[in-house]
């Protein structure tokens, strides 16, 4: 069963001035591609031969503090995988 993890946090530099989200899976088919929404960001990341896959984007200006951020990922014959975190401040 594939399985999505997602990361979101206020920690970068702050001349980036921006939430950095990263969203990872693992479990999914080998040499797919799979398509990412989080926080009105979309992107395709390919599943590598081990199953997984990693992809990041950037979000200004910076989400608040513990705001919830929901990733929704969609792969091969019609997998929908739904990951969520909150938004880590230092």
């Known amino acids: 069963m594939p399985t999505v993890s997602v990361d979101a946090g206020n920690d970068g530099p702050p001349s ?6 990263g969203v990872s899976g693992v479990d999914f088919p080998p040499g797919s591609a799979v398509n990412i929404a989080a926080e009105g960001r979309r992107g395709t990341a390919q599943v590598g031969p081990d199953g997984a896959f990693d992809w990041n984007t950037l979000v200004r200006p910076k989400l608040a503090c513990n705001a919830a951020v929901v990733a929704v990922v969609h792969g091969a014959d019609g997998v929908r995988v739904t990951g969520e975190t909150e938004v880590f401040c230092p």
Do not use: E
């Open 16 to 21: 980036l001035r921006a939430t950095v989200i």
